[in-house]
Each structure stands twice: as C-alpha cells, then as structure tokens.
C-alpha cells in the first residue's frame, strides 16, 4: 500500500484530516514517511541546511555555546543537547570547535532527540568516537544544565491552519476527492489559542498554530530557567507569520504539498511568538529575535572566512566566499533565518544575542 493509498483509506474512514495530521503522516509515518525512509539532506537530497553549507555555522554556535558554559561558571556535568540532527554535522563542527577549551568535552553528556532511524545510524557514523545518547522526547533530557542547539528543527513540526471567518475560525482539512487528496474547510468554531490574531487579521485570512511546539519549547525554558544553559533556536520564519507557508520541497524544487506524500520534505514558516511566550510562561529568559545574518556577524564569521581563506584557491575559495553569502546575506538566509536565545534571567544572553 502507497502512503497516497492509506491517506485515503483512513479520510475514507475517519473523514477529512488536520494539516497537522497530514503533516506527520508524510513526514513520520514508520514505514513510509520522508524522514523514516530516507537521508534528505545528502549530496542527492532534496534540501541543503545551513550546517551543510559551511562548517563556520556550526563552529560559531559551538563557541557561542561554549562561551555561555563558560560564563555560568562552567557546570562540571551538563547536557550538550541537539534536537533534528540531521547528518550529524552541526555536532560534529561544535564539537570540533570547542575541542581547546578547557573542560568542556569533558563536562558534556552529547544528547541527541531524532525521530529518524536512518538519520540516526547516520549521526552516530559522524559523531563517532563522542558517544552521544539518543532520546525519544524532550522529558528525556538528563537532568543537568541544558546547552542546546535546534537548526530546521521547529519548521518540521506540524502545523494546522485556520481560515478567518467572522469571529470565529474553520480549519483547513486535507480530505479526498474520488482517488486524490484535497483541501476542505471544517465547521466554523472560536480557538482560545487564536484570540490575539483576531486583532491583526481580516475575514478570509489563513493564520498558523504549531500544537506540539508548545509543550517542547516549554520543557527546555524550564529546564533552561531552573538548571541554568542557555538555547539556540534557529528556524526561518517571522515573528508570527500571515497566510499558508507549508511548503513542500523535492530535489531543490517546490513542490505540490498534497502532491506524492512522503516523497517530499513538507515545513512550515515558525511563528516565534509563541515560542517566546511559552518561554516567558516557563520562567526563562529570551534575547530578542535576531537575524541569522547579524547574529553569524557578531560571532565573527567573516573573521573566520578569512581565516579559512588564506589557505584556499580556486574552486575551494569560490565556494568559502558562496558560503559565507549564503549563510549571512540579506537576500539568501541572512535575513529569512532567525535565532531565538533562551537563558535564565540571572545569566548574560549567548553572546550573538542581545536582550
Ligand atoms: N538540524 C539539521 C537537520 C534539519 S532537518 C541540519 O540543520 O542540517 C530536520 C531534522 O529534524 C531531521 O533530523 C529530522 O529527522 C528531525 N525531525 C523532524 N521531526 C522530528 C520529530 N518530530 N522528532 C524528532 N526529530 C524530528
């Protein structure tokens, strides 16, 4: 049976879907969904991430972590915790990069939450020789200061969609039509989770809500808040986003999101007002919402560009000088990636990051 064949069978069964459910049968169902059968991310992928692009991400967030360690007194046993780790190079390059500095290797329980048992197999070949643990949810994390990274983590978790209408909200459903999947609208009902869009939308409009962020972003602030650490949220996205974003992507192509499910890597923009409030409302503190560009400036990568340069020519230069753009101009994900920085309130924000 297809996943376009069980899709329908279980809409045929129990009616139309959420997005959000649509959304983690593609991405995670066990036998055939897109992170359960595949590498996305390798050289024949269907997307590249910035840790892919250039080492130089990686080690900055690896030494703006470290220096947030070192700036809470340098815990002698904390959790260096990544969430969608895909191939295991973001690890791998903070590892790499905070190798010198004094007790931290020693001081760090390498955590891994990953859904894909490909990927996995995968991040554990990279990171051999660390040992890193796997977990199976957030609750899981050792219970110790949190030092945490999530690049393109948030932007994989389902979203549901609501269409403005009047004072209430219908929710976009994914049903079938004969033998193929297609958009509907649920009954119009209010959502206390959407009052305060009330106020910036008009009828008609389409707003986003990620349920399971919640409740992940809640766990890090308040181990964060209580343990100390400090976190490292990187996702595109906005403050809170207006319209449809799911976006379905193949071979570098968008695609058809209700096209060949679980053949396509499905995200949605991340709303981070949530995230912050959800944080505020764990008692942790958070910097401001910070563009990829400004905060890998601060961190000194045109520094570490140069650095890196002066060894290089030809092919290998273009492509440092590609990959320094890439990560940090406006017009490429500069500007379109973002960092959310959790610490608690009696510590100095992760250096990048301002309050
Ligand atoms: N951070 C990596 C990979 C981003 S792709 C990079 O920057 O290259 C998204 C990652 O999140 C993949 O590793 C994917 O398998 C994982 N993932 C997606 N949904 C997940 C979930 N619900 N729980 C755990 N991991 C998930």
């Given amino acids: 049976m297809t996943l376009t064949d069980h899709l329908l ?5 129990d009616g139309p879907m959420s997005v959000a459910d649509y959304m983690t049968e593609c991405l995670l169902h066990p036998t055939q969904g897109y992170y359960s059968t595949r590498d ?15 080492q130089m991400f990686g080690e900055l967030i690896g030494l703006s972590l470290a220096q947030a360690w070192i700036d809470q007194g340098h815990p002698n046993r904390f959790a260096l915790a990544e969430l969608g780790p895909g191939r295991g190079t973001l690890m791998a390059d903070i590892l790499r990069a905070t190798r010198n500095i004094e007790g931290f290797h020693d001081a760090a ?10 990927l996995r197999q995968i991040q554990s070949d990279t990171l051999n020789g660390y040992t890193p643990r796997w977990i199976e949810t957030v609750a899981d994390l050792p219970d110790a200061p949190l030092f945490l990274v999530a690049n393109e983590f948030f932007d994989a978790l389902p979203i549901r969609q609501f269409l403005r209408d009047g004072d209430g909200w219908r929710e976009r459903l994914v049903g079938r039509e004969g033998e193929s999947l297609t958009y509907g609208l649920g009954a119009q009902a209010s959502q ?11 009828d008609g409009d389409l707003v986003e809500l990620c349920p399971s962020a919640i409740p992940i972003i809640t766990v890090l602030a308040g181990r964060i808040a209580t343990q100390g650490g400090a976190g490292l949220i990187v996702d595109y996205g906005d403050w809170h986003s207006l319209g449809d974003t799911l976006q379905a992507v193949r071979k570098h192509q968008r695609a058809d999101p209700l096209q060949a ?10 709303d981070f007002e949530p995230l912050a409030t959800a944080t505020r409302a764990a008692g942790c503190a958070h910097t401001r919402l910070t563009p990829q560009g400004v905060f890998l400036e601060r961190l000194g990568i045109t520094a570490r560009a140069q650095k890196l ?15 320094h753009r890439r990560l940090t101009h406006p017009n490429e994900m500069g500007n379109l990636f973002k960092v959310l920085g959790l610490y608690p309130s009696y510590a100095s924000p992760p250096p990048g990051l301002e309050t």
């Fill in 9 to 13: 069978a279980r809409i045929a069964q």
């Fill in 40 to 54: 996305p991310l390798g050289a024949l992928g269907d997307f590249i991430t910035a840790p892919e692009i250039s």
């Fill in 109 to 118: 329980e390498v955590t891994l939450l990953e859904a894909s048992p490909i």
């Fill in 192 to 202: 206390v989770a959407l009052m305060d869009r009330l106020d910036d939308t008009q």
């Fill in 261 to 270: 499910p679980g053949q396509a890597d499905l995200t949605a923009q991340v």
């Fill in 309 to 323: 340069s002066a060894t290089l020519g030809g092919v290998e230069l273009d492509k440092l000088v590609s990959a």
